[in-house]
């Protein structure tokens, strides 16, 4: 409504015809950091990485973590993220 208002007051005042059209806004402001992981393919099974960054030290903290073939993947990936989420 301001904008339309706007437009009117600079048309009538420069007698031109144009838009003043608002500024993007960005409304992904939360800053928050999260778990990263990378799964790699290794002989016998996989290997995830898992990356975190600690505030309090001002470091970034990675995790080393050996899924071995006869373990089920997605089941490992759950206690792995579990495991994580407690101990922060």
Same mark, same amino acid.
């Given at each position: 409504?301001?904008?339309?208002?706007?437009? @009117?007051?600079?048309? !009538? !005042?420069?007698? $031109?015809? =144009?838009?003043?059209?608002?500024?993007? #806004?960005?409304?992904? $402001?939360?800053?928050?950091?999260?778990?990263?992981?990378? #799964?790699? @393919?290794?002989? =016998? =099974?996989? #290997? *995830?990485?898992?990356?975190?960054?600690?505030? !309090? $030290?001002?470091?970034?903290?990675?995790?080393?973590?050996?899924?071995?073939?006869?373990?089920? *993947?997605?089941?490992?990936?759950? @206690?792995?993220?579990?495991? $994580?989420?407690?101990?922060?």
């Amino acid at each position: 409504m301001f904008i339309n208002w706007l437009n @009117k007051f600079i048309n !009538k !005042k420069n007698n $031109t015809i =144009g838009a003043i059209s608002p500024e993007p #806004v960005r409304l992904n $402001t939360i800053d928050a950091r999260g778990m990263n992981f990378t #799964v790699y @393919k290794a002989n =016998g =099974g996989f #290997v *995830l990485e898992h990356r975190q960054y600690d505030s !309090k $030290t001002d470091r970034s903290n990675n995790y080393l973590h050996i899924i071995t073939e006869d373990m089920e *993947l997605g089941e490992e990936i759950a @206690k792995i993220i579990t495991y $994580t989420t407690l101990r922060s």
